[in-house]
C-alpha cells in the first residue's frame, strides 16, 4: 500500500502556477446577490416539504438529510426557517434503525452518510446518541477484502454494507469519509466510543486507485493521456460511471476525500488532481460529463475549492475567481419560484428538491462572510 504524508493543508501553497491559497476564503460582507438566492431557494423548498418533515420521498432520508443542510448551512441572513428544521430533523431521526444506520429500505451507507453529517450540523445534544450510533455503523461499512482477486475495492464504501450493491465506488465513499472527518473535526481529542474509527490509510489507497496517475496506481487502465491524468473515475476497476474516463464530479469527490484524510497538498496525487481541474476547468458543464450531474457537480467544487481553501484556479492561460463565476452562473439558473432543476434527469437531478438542495448548499459556500 501506498503511504500518505499527512500535513497540514493550513498554509502549505500549491505551485503558483496552479492555485493561489488563502489563509481563508471570507471576504468582508455577505454577497447580496447570493444570499437572496439562497434565500428563495429555502423558501422553494421550505414549501415542498411533506407534512412528515421529509422531502421528496421518505424512501431516501439523504435527500431530507441534503435539503435540510442547505437550512443548516445558509448564512445567517437566510437562516429563519426554525419550524421546518424541527420537522425535517424529526423525520431523519425517526428514520435512525437499531443497527445505528439512518435510512429506509435501501442505500443504507450513502443514506446514513448524509444524514450524520446533517446531524453533525446541526449540533444537537439530543442527537448525541444516534451519532454515535450512525458513525459505528459507517466505519463497520468500509470493505475489508480478504480477497486478493478484489483488493483494489479495499477500503472504500458501496450502497450497502454488504450484498449486492456493496461494491465500492468513490462517490458513497466521499460522503461517508466527509460525514466521519466532520465527526472525526467536531470530537478532537475525544475518544470514540469503543476506540473505533475508519481505517484513513485504506480509505487513501481506495481513492487513489480511482484515480488516473501511473505513478500511484499500477492499474492496467489508469493512463497519462492528457485528457486523463490526475482526473478520478466512479471505481478502481475501470468500469463504472464513464469506464475509465476521468470526469468533473469525481475528480473533485477523490480531491476532497484526500483532504479530508489529511494527504498533504505537497502530494503528488492532490497536486495531480488540482491539475486536471485547471485544464478542465468549467462552470458551464460537468467536465467529461456535459449537462449530466451538473449541480452535483456544482455542489462537490464548492465543498471541495473551499475546504481546500483554494482562492484562485488557473484555466489557461489565466487565474479565475471561481467563487465569483460559479455564484454567477448558480444565480443565472435559479427558476423564477426560487428553485433550481437540470433538464438531464441522469442521477434525479430533474427532481428540483434535489438540484435546489444542492444549489444552496453551494451557494451557502460561496457567499462571502
Known amino acids: 500500500m501506498m503511504k500518505s504524508r499527512r500535513l497540514s493543508w493550513v498554509g502549505r501553497p500549491l505551485a503558483a502556477a496552479v492555485v493561489v491559497f488563502m489563509g481563508s476564503p471570507a471576504i468582508a460582507a455577505p454577497d447580496a446577490k447570493a444570499v437572496a438566492a439562497i434565500d428563495r431557494g429555502l423558501e422553494y423548498l421550505?414549501?415542498?416539504?411533506?407534512?412528515?418533515?421529509?422531502?421528496?420521498?421518505?424512501?431516501?432520508?439523504?435527500?431530507?438529510?441534503?435539503?435540510?443542510?442547505?437550512?443548516?448551512?445558509?448564512?445567517?441572513?437566510?437562516?429563519?426557517h426554525p419550524e421546518t428544521v424541527k420537522k425535517g430533523l424529526g423525520f431523519l431521526r425517526a428514520s435512525a434503525k437499531p443497527d445505528g444506520g439512518i435510512y429506509d429500505k435501501g442505500m443504507a451507507n450513502y443514506n446514513t452518510s448524509i444524514a450524520l453529517s446533517t446531524l453533525l450540523h446541526a449540533d444537537d445534544d439530543a442527537d448525541l446518541a444516534r451519532i454515535e450510533a450512525a458513525r459505528k455503523f459507517l466505519v463497520g461499512a468500509q470493505k475489508h477484502e480478504p480477497d486478493k482477486d478484489k483488493?483494489?475495492?479495499?477500503?472504500?464504501?458501496?450502497?450497502?454494507?454488504?450484498?449486492?450493491?456493496?461494491?465500492?465506488?468513490?462517490?458513497?465513499?466521499?460522503?461517508?469519509?466527509?460525514?466521519?472527518?466532520?465527526?472525526?473535526?467536531?470530537?478532537?481529542?475525544?475518544?470514540?466510543?469503543?476506540?473505533?474509527?475508519?481505517?484513513?490509510?485504506?480509505?487513501?489507497?481506495?481513492?487513489?486507485?480511482?484515480?488516473?496517475l501511473t505513478e500511484t496506481n499500477s492499474a492496467t487502465w489508469a493512463s497519462d493521456e492528457p485528457a486523463e491524468k490526475g482526473g478520478f473515475t466512479y471505481t478502481p476497476d475501470g468500469s463504472g460511471e464513464n469506464g475509465s474516463h476521468s470526469y468533473g464530479t469525481m475528480t473533485y469527490s477523490g480531491l476532497l476525500s484526500l483532504i479530508h484524510a489529511k494527504v498533504g497538498a505537497d502530494d503528488?496525487?492532490?497536486?495531480?488532481?488540482?491539475?486536471?481541474?485547471?485544464?478542465?476547468?468549467?462552470?458551464?458543464e460537468n467536465p467529461g460529463q456535459g449537462k449530466q450531474g451538473l449541480y452535483?457537480?456544482?455542489?462537490?467544487?464548492?465543498?471541495?475549492?473551499?475546504?481546500?481553501?483554494?482562492?484562485?484556479?488557473k484555466a489557461g492561460e489565466k487565474e479565475v475567481d471561481w467563487r465569483t463565476e460559479l455564484a454567477a452562473k448558480l444565480i443565472s439558473l435559479q427558476r423564477a419560484d426560487g428553485s433550481?432543476?437540470?433538464?438531464?434527469?441522469?442521477?434525479?437531478?430533474?427532481?428540483?428538491?434535489?438540484a435546489t438542495s444542492y444549489a444552496v448548499i453551494a451557494l451557502s459556500m460561496l457567499a462571502k462572510e
Open 340 to 354: 433550481w432543476a437540470n433538464e438531464n434527469g441522469r442521477w434525479m437531478e430533474q427532481d428540483p428538491v434535489l
Open 296 to 313: 452535483y457537480y456544482y455542489f462537490v467544487m464548492a465543498k471541495t475549492l473551499t475546504t481546500a481553501k483554494i482562492d484562485k484556479l
Open 151 to 212: 483488493k483494489a475495492n479495499d477500503g472504500g464504501f458501496g450502497y450497502e454494507p454488504e450484498g449486492r450493491r456493496s461494491r465500492p465506488d468513490l462517490d458513497n465513499t466521499v460522503f461517508a469519509v466527509e460525514s466521519l472527518a466532520l465527526y472525526r473535526d467536531k470530537h478532537k481529542g475525544e475518544e470514540p466510543i469503543g476506540k473505533e474509527d475508519l481505517d484513513w490509510q485504506a480509505a487513501i489507497d481506495f481513492v487513489s486507485r480511482c484515480q488516473n
Open 46 to 80: 421550505g414549501k415542498e416539504q411533506k407534512e412528515n418533515g421529509c422531502w421528496s420521498t421518505a424512501e431516501f432520508p439523504g435527500m431530507t438529510a441534503l435539503a435540510l443542510q442547505g437550512f443548516l448551512l445558509a448564512p445567517e441572513a437566510a437562516k429563519d
Open 268 to 284: 503528488k496525487r492532490v497536486k495531480a488532481a488540482i491539475d486536471w481541474l485547471s485544464r478542465r476547468y468549467s462552470v458551464e
